[in-house]
């Protein structure tokens, strides 16, 4: 079994960054595909980013585009989302989840962590 734990969240103004991980741990975690999820109170889920296991595929959600970073951490099956020039509409719940297809598709995810909320102050 696939454990999924996310780290990183809190309050920042408008205009900050934060810089948010994710670490993987069970049976073949590195061959997996990463995507970062995000989920607003009445809001359906939403696609940020994602990487593939060998870092040659990455994609991004047009709301984040040029503002959030997605990346192989140094630690081992660690990824990081780094996300500059915060907006108030960026506060969420954000998600890690671990699949074989490296989609946009929240649904095609097999594993996810609990979340980590992350708040932007106007």
């Known amino acids: 079994q696939v454990a999924i734990e996310e780290s990183g969240g809190g309050v920042v103004q408008a205009g900050g960054s934060l810089r948010l991980s994710c670490l993987a741990s069970?049976?073949?975690?590195?061959?997996?595909?990463r995507g970062w999820f995000r989920q607003s109170p009445g809001k359906g889920r939403e696609f940020v980013a994602l990487?593939?296991?060998?870092?040659?595929?990455?994609k991004y959600g047009d709301s984040v585009k040029g503002r959030f970073i997605i990346g192989r951490g140094n630690i081992q099956n660690t990824v990081y989302l780094q996300m500059n020039d915060l907006k108030p509409e960026d506060t969420a719940v954000y998600y890690c989840?671990?699949?074989?297809?490296?989609?946009?598709?929240?649904?095609?995810?097999?594993?996810w962590g609990q979340g980590t909320q992350v708040t932007v102050s106007s």
């Open positions: 990487i593939n296991y060998t870092n040659a595929t990455i």
């Open positions: 069970g049976p073949r975690v590195s061959d997996y595909a």
């Open positions: 989840a671990a699949g074989s297809i490296p989609t946009a598709q929240g649904e095609m995810y097999d594993f």
